[in-house]
C-alpha cells in the first residue's frame, strides 16, 4: 500500500480565521497530524473537508499542539439507510475518500497566527 503525506500550512487573519488548501489529491484518508505552530493552544477550531464534495474529513474544537486523529465515516446500505453491526447497534465506519483538494477552515487561531496540517491518505 502507498502511503501519501500532504502538508497544507494554515495562517489566520486578525480576527483568528483562515482557510487553506492541499493540492489535488486522490486516496483514502489514514490521518490527521495538526501542528499548532504559534495558532492559539487550546482555542483553535479546524474544520477538515473535501472541497469538491464538502464532505467532513474530520472537524476539531479548542485543539493542543500535536493533536493526531484517524477519522472515519458512516457508511450505508444501497437504500441510504445507516449500516450497523446488529440491528440497532454500532454504525459502521470506514476511510473517507477525497478526489480532488482538501480544505482547512481555522477558527479562533489568534491574530496573524500559523501551523500546519498533515493529511496521510492511502
Same mark, same amino acid.
Given at each position: 500500500?502507498?502511503?501519501?503525506?500532504?502538508?497544507? $500550512?494554515?495562517?489566520?487573519?486578525? /480576527?483568528? &480565521?483562515? +482557510?487553506?488548501?492541499?493540492?489535488? @489529491?486522490? #486516496?483514502?484518508?489514514?490521518? @490527521?497530524?495538526?501542528?499548532?505552530?504559534?495558532? /492559539?493552544?487550546? %482555542?483553535?477550531?479546524?474544520?477538515?473537508? &473535501?472541497?469538491?464534495?464538502?464532505?467532513?474529513? @474530520? =472537524?476539531?474544537?479548542?485543539? =493542543?499542539?500535536?493533536?493526531?486523529?484517524? $477519522?472515519?465515516?458512516?457508511?450505508?446500505? @444501497? /437504500?441510504?439507510?445507516? /449500516?450497523?453491526?446488529?440491528? %440497532?447497534? +454500532?454504525?459502521?465506519? &470506514?476511510?473517507? $475518500?477525497?478526489?480532488g483538494r482538501?480544505?482547512v477552515v481555522?477558527a479562533q #487561531?489568534?491574530?496573524?497566527?500559523?501551523?500546519?496540517? %498533515?493529511?496521510?491518505?492511502?
Amino acid at each position: 500500500m502507498y502511503i501519501q503525506t500532504i502538508a497544507i $500550512p494554515i495562517e489566520s487573519d486578525a /480576527a483568528g &480565521d483562515g +482557510t487553506a488548501y492541499s493540492e489535488v @489529491v486522490q #486516496g483514502l484518508v489514514e490521518m @490527521v497530524k495538526v501542528t499548532l505552530g504559534t495558532l /492559539a493552544n487550546g %482555542a483553535a477550531d479546524l474544520t477538515i473537508t &473535501d472541497e469538491a464534495t464538502g464532505a467532513a474529513i @474530520v =472537524t476539531l474544537t479548542n485543539i =493542543t499542539d500535536g493533536l493526531t486523529v484517524r $477519522p472515519r465515516g458512516a457508511t450505508h446500505d @444501497v /437504500a441510504g439507510a445507516a /449500516a450497523l453491526y446488529a440491528a %440497532a447497534g +454500532t454504525a459502521v465506519l &470506514d476511510k473517507i $475518500p477525497v478526489n480532488g483538494r482538501i480544505k482547512v477552515v481555522v477558527a479562533q #487561531g489568534g491574530n496573524a497566527k500559523a501551523g500546519s496540517v %498533515a493529511v496521510q491518505l492511502s
